[in-house]
């Protein structure tokens, strides 16, 4: 293997002063495996001059994932680059508790499963959701974002997800969405499992993240209010989401919907949740994550 370079290249010097001489290794060993399995026969000039690219953009901030091109999500290796949001662990904990939920509730059943994700991002919910849950699974991903609709459009086809996943643009906003999802749903009594991992980061939380994540991932996929809402508490998308399953026939009686949230949002989503739909919410649970924080909320309907 071609080594890494100079310890004296001015990147690599940056990058061990950012990160620490152990992480900043880590990550070279990382970058050169992303290499080798893009481009397993790459000569030895072609690795330098590629590593040197990857060191010296991630020394000037770029995240890692959009550097390496890829995140790991549970089985899949999920395609990421910028604006599109990076899936995160914690996200991938809750979808696979999802799926396993989804197996026991739907166990002997040969139907398939109808999923829709709302701001399905890189497509990382639906798709680990095909892989992880023992039931089958067809699912409809929905997002503003062209750059992420295209790019989910890849992750599906990579997979080889594409007979069961479906990805369209819309705005969940828009008079015509509804309309929209159910024109390609498999039943008109509604979906029935709805996720989404929506925006939710309050405007003054927003302005204090670091420039590797405002710099790089959309505003549209965090800042949890639309400008001009007069909302400031991040949690318009919640409203719209429970809104319009109280109005329309989204899911189904017996489905279930689930949500991410941010820290300290789940006590005021789950009032959001059952304010909305009142009696149809049969159960609603509080999930945390890995780190024993309230991450998603899931109600079942």
């Known amino acids: 293997m071609p080594r890494i370079g100079k310890p004296t290249d001015l990147s690599n010097r940056i990058l061990r002063l950012s990160l ?37 953009r991630r020394a000037t901030g770029t995240p890692l994932t959009y550097v390496l091109g890829t995140q790991p999500f ?3 290796s999920i395609k990421c680059r910028p604006p599109t949001l990076i899936p995160r662990p914690e996200t991938e904990d809750w979808v696979t508790r999802l799926g396993q939920v989804i197996s026991s509730v739907q166990s002997g059943s040969q139907s398939p499963i109808s999923v829709l994700d709302i701001c399905t991002g890189t497509g990382c919910i639906p798709m680990l959701l095909s ?3 023992r039931s089958p699974i067809t ?18 086809t990579e997979a080889g997800l594409s007979g069961r996943i ?20 498999t039943s008109q009594d509604g979906f029935d ?13 927003y302005d204090r993240l670091p420039p590797s994540v405002k710099h790089y991932e959309d505003q549209l ?12 508490d991040g949690l318009s998308f919640y409203h719209r989401i429970a809104e319009l399953i ?47 924080k309230e991450r998603a909320v899931v109600a079942f309907l």
Request: glycine share 8%; charged share 25%.
């Open 20 to 56: 620490g001489s152990e992480a900043a290794n880590r990550e070279l060993r990382w970058m050169k495996e992303a290499i080798y399995e893009a481009r397993p026969k790459i000569s030895s000039v072609d690795f330098d001059a590629t590593l040197k690219s990857y060191v010296k």
């Open 74 to 76: 549970g089985p899949l």
């Open 131 to 133: 892989c992880t849950s």
């Open 139 to 156: 699912a409809l991903g929905v997002d503003i974002s062209e750059a992420a609709v295209n790019l989910a459009k890849e992750n599906v």
């Open 166 to 185: 479906q990805i369209i643009k819309g705005d969940l906003f828009d008079d015509t969405f509804v309309r929209t999802v159910l024109s390609k749903a």
């Open 193 to 205: 499992v709805i996720t989404s991992n929506p925006p939710y980061i309050p405007q003054e939380e």
């Open 221 to 232: 996929a965090l800042l949890g209010d639309r400008q001009g809402s007069g909302e400031a």
């Open 246 to 292: 109280s109005k329309e026939n989204l899911v189904r009686d017996g489905g279930i919907l689930a949500v991410e949230h941010g820290l300290g949002q789940s006590a005021a989503v789950q009032n959001i949740i059952s304010n909305a739909l009142g009696h149809r919410v049969r159960r609603l649970e509080a999930w945390k994550d890995q780190w024993e």
